[in-house]
């Protein structure tokens, strides 16, 4: 059974950081793409990055870029998402979802994600 579970989400301050771990079973991570979203209340689901199981080639949203990073660890079977310089309106549920590497479509659109974690909540206030 192909399955991907969150963690490392919780409470920071404005300026923080937290890292965020997506860990597959059932499945490697080499030949999937795996992206984080997230998800505010009130509002769509947005794109956050993405890391391509062939190659490890990223993808940010642009208000991302500089401050997440995306990254792999095949050993563990493992995708982190660094979040640094937090801000309050970075506060939701992310996600991480899975795709089989080659797939069609933008891997920055969450249809084209099979895959869906349970998501863990990020919360930045003061």
């Known amino acids: 059974q192909m399955q991907l579970v969150e963690s490392g989400g919780g409470l920071v301050q404005p300026g923080g950081s937290l890292r965020l771990s997506c860990t597959a079973s059932?499945?490697?991570?080499?030949?999937?793409?795996i992206g984080w979203f997230r998800q505010a209340p009130g509002k769509e689901r947005e794109f956050v990055a993405a890391?391509?199981?062939?190659?490890?080639?990223?993808y940010y949203a642009d208000s991302m870029k500089g401050r997440f990073t995306i990254s792999r660890d095949n050993a563990k079977n493992t995708v982190y998402l660094q979040m640094n310089s937090l801000k309050p309106e970075d506060t939701a549920i992310y996600y991480c979802?899975?795709?089989?590497?080659?797939?069609?479509?933008?891997?920055?659109?969450?249809?084209?994600?099979?895959?869906w974690g349970q998501g863990t909540q990020v919360t930045v206030s003061s």
């Open positions: 890391i391509r199981g062939s190659g490890g080639s990223t």
């Open positions: 979802a899975g795709r089989a590497h080659g797939s069609s479509g933008s891997d920055s659109l969450a249809a084209n994600y099979a895959y």
């Open positions: 059932g499945f490697t991570l080499d030949y999937y793409t």
